[in-house]
């Protein structure tokens, strides 16, 4: 899966989502503007690393989508031009913003779903070695129990 986005009057960023990755290219002039404020032409964020979206509706002024990562908090970004994982975007591309929203919100909850299924199966095979554990007498079936408990939970 492949989907682009180009965002021509907010900030000018074109948009690549795929399976692994969100990358942003900043396009001619504004990426002289991305450069001088310490940012880069392109980056590339995981969909892995991606906690949640903030997303801010255009009114008088521009609109944004923050892509929120590990290390970040959500708080309300006062420059949303200098923020290395926002897209700004004009009241124009507002169906394509929330497009992306939509997709990007999907692929963090798909992500976070496979994530839980590897733990749980993880937690079912980790269970299963237990039993056969206590099924040779190498420990108790107390100790069975606790642990069973343990990664349950």
């Known amino acids: ?5 180009d965002f021509k009057y907010g900030g000018k960023v074109h948009v ?3 399976d692994e ?24 964020i995981r969909i892995a690393d991606i906690n949640g979206i903030q ?26 031009l200098t923020d290395p ?11 394509q913003a929330e497009q992306l929203k939509a997709l990007m919100e999907g692929l963090i909850q798909n992500h976070a779903g ?3 299924a590897a733990s749980s199966i993880g937690a ?3 269970i299963e070695k237990l039993y056969e554990l206590k099924e ?3 420990i108790t079936n107390k100790q069975f129990e606790e642990r069973k408990e343990k990664l349950l939970r």
């Open 16 to 18: 690549i989502v795929d």
């Open 55 to 80: 997303y801010k509706e255009p009114k008088m002024l521009s609109g944004y989508i923050r892509f929120v990562i590990e290390t970040d908090n959500q708080v309300k970004i006062h420059k949303p």
């Open 114 to 116: 496979k994530q839980e």
């Open 136 to 138: 040779k007498g190498i």
């Open 21 to 44: 990755f969100v990358t942003f290219y900043r396009k001619r002039k504004s990426a002289k503007f991305y450069k001088k404020n310490g940012l880069n032409p392109q980056d590339s």
């Open 1 to 5: 899966m492949k989907r682009t986005f």
């Open 85 to 95: 994982n926002t897209i700004v975007f004009d009241k124009k591309e507002v169906r």
């Open 124 to 126: 079912a095979g980790e």
